[in-house]
């Protein structure tokens, strides 16, 4: 009995979830960061220059990336695509982006292959009727190290939803058609005083006759 009682406790405890682990206490020195340091830095010229194929090779083919617009983008097939969508098919939006990103701290690692990084990003956009404009953003990215390097698992990026530089360039735009649009009717009531005034004093002139 007291064996079937041990083996049952034994079962139980080997049942119970693993304890989640603690983030390593960070110091500059880890070589990891310098990894990851090199990592932020490939990702950033391979988006500045445009070059996607360089870009994936830094994301591990299970990532998940949100957008700015909410989109959520799936493995290397879901990036390209959205990549496709916004910057070469037909109907895309952006003709050039380039970014800048900072990081608040050092990454904060979970045992030896797993980490969480946050900080900002600076992107400016020319659109493909050539409008252009700044957006400040914030992110966070898992990183995970798959066969010894280290790879972005996750990507969140987001945007100021009350002051942006998209909202700038629409306030910009409204503020055009309204001037346009005050242009126009003011020289429309105009063109309609003339003729009123020009009638007015026909009539009068017919009349002296």
């Not at 100021?160 to 309204?178: E, H, I, M, P, Y």
């Amino acid at each position: 009995m007291r064996r079937c009682t041990v083996l049952l406790v034994l079962a139980g405890l080997c049942a119970l979830p693993a304890p989640a682990q603690e983030p390593k206490q960070a110091t500059p020195e880890d070589p990891a960061h310098n990894e990851l340091r090199a990592l932020k830095e490939e990702l950033l010229k391979a988006f500045n220059n445009n070059d996607l194929d360089a870009l994936l090779t830094h994301v591990h083919p299970n990532a998940v990336i949100t957008w700015q617009n909410g989109e959520v983008s799936r493995s290397h097939e879901g990036i390209r695509n959205y990549y496709h969508k916004m910057m070469e098919g037909p109907d895309r939006r952006v003709s050039k982006v380039t970014a800048k990103a900072d990081v608040d701290e050092l990454t904060i690692l979970y045992g030896d292959n797993n980490g969480l990084a946050f900080g900002s990003l600076d992107q400016d956009f020319t659109l493909t009727d050539g409008s252009q404009f700044n957006l400040k953003n914030r992110w966070t990215a898992h990183v995970v190290k798959d066969k010894g390097r280290w790879l972005v698992s996750g990507l969140h990026v987001s945007a100021n939803v009350f002051d942006n530089g998209v909202l700038d360039l629409a306030v910009k735009r409204t503020a055009t058609w309204v001037g346009i649009g005050a242009g126009a009717v003011g020289f429309l009531l105009g063109v309609i005083l003339f003729w009123v005034v020009s009638s007015v004093r026909r009539r009068h002139t017919g009349g002296a006759r």
